[in-house]
């Protein structure tokens, strides 16, 4: 039988140098780990709280809608555009390092963030604290996969899949904690205390690798130009399209158009580089192929996450304090169920793919009882979904991690984690984009179908009294009610058949893979 973990593959072109031996795994490199895992966790965090908090943002600093809408897509488009170069600069600056500076750079700027004397540099500081945050999360997959030996390699892949499922759903609470009580300056200075235990944390447990300047004789320059303006591009195009109405505007259109040039010259640049960015060849291997799919598919099914507060916001207008329970009680759970999942699948007798399905069934559950939502739902109705959903996430997240990267060599870690990383950050402004087109669409079809259906019945407009305002602005109310509630039950049925296509993915491409093993244990079985 073909065995995906800890193969040797063949080489599908230069790799780098190899990386120095790292001292032997103790307390001190575990400290290191941890520093790195904290500064991901606080970029991440701090990624979605500025969006939660959009409203009393703009009310702070004293933005429109529209300023305020490029706040965050200029982050995002920048923390995106960093993830698929972060790798190459910290094998260049060596991880320590360059983690440590990006780690305090993006404490500083946060800090500097709320003092910002006008737009023009509010904006510049958001793009500056994207790009330093978007360089954290890939060090923490590449520091996963480099420093730590064999019996522990699947708690830190299980430390990594906190990025995907604990930071995203403990930024509404901390946003509620924020700008209910708490002073909305603290949505940025929250970051001061963990980034600076974290750098403090890296610089004294990570080990100190030689500069390697060498690297920018050959530096892959026209990738890095093309890949992140088309990033930016498509990124931007992503987050602005709902707004300006997709195609109808001509600035969507020059940012699609731009990415739909620039990045196919990326990834063409990228196969023939010798010191790429990104390692195409590595999707040759079945099992990286299916790690990275499915990760990108995920980034659309966590959205089904945000169904809940979406409807208690729109139908019952509850402000992030009151839906915050639900989003705290995702976030907490996952500290607990990410390592035992990496326990249970830490076995060879357990095929790492029958955990993958059984997390997919369980978010399948979720999403079907969530499509049967009604007006009469409150909070209470969703914590079984809501506990389905943060069952089956860590269940499928940390078995792809498990899959792929059993099938990557040390020397290329740099490449897997920019690859990962990119495409996890492109598919998360997917995702979101695509959800925000779906709910407003079916929103406005179920409007006037209800107003169709409504217009129809002259029994009701007998009864109704049509000079009565007040009369008439809350059926206007009941049918935007009811069509939010049927948009939303749309929303659950597309993340199921995303759902089905990952379930057809698993049963197909990947192979067999067995828990990491020690050395001697490694060749083939």
Known sequence: MHTAANATPASAGPLPAPAPVPAPFGPRLALGLVGVLLATLTAGINDRIASVALADLRGAFGLGYDTGSWLTAAYVAAEVAAMFIAPWLAVTFSLRRFGVVMTLAFAVLGVLTPLAPDTDSLMVLRVLQGLAGGCLPPLLMTAALRFLPWHVKLYGLGAYALTATFGPNLALPLAALWTEGGGWHWLFWQVLPSCLAGAALMAYGLPQDPLRLERFKGADWLGALLGVSGVVMLVLALEQGERLDWLHSPLIRQLLLGAALLLPLFLLNEWYHPQPLIKLQLLGRRNFAYGVSTLVLMMGVVTAANLPL?????????????????????????????????LAINRRSLDARWVALAGLVLLTLACVAGSSITSAWARENFYLIQALQALGQPMVVVPLLMISTGVVVPQEGPFASAMVNGFRGLATVVGVAAMDWLLNHRQQFHSH?????????????????????????????RVRDQAWVLAIADGYLAV?????????????????????QPPAAAGPR
């Open 496 to 516: 199921i058949a995303l759902l089905a296509v990952m379930i057809l993915l698993l049963a197909l491409l990947p192979t067999r893979a067995y828990p990491p």
């Open 449 to 477: 179908s209800l107003a169709d259906r409504l217009g129809s019945q002259p029994a009701l407009w007998d009864r109704l009294d049509t000079t009565d305002a007040t009369a008439l602005a809350a059926l206007a109310g």
């Open 310 to 342: 979406i409807y208690m916001g729109q139908v019952h207008g509850f402000r992030p304090v009151q839906t915050a329970p639900l989003a705290l009680g995702h976030a907490l759970s996952q500290l607990l169920l990410a390592p035992l999942v990496a």
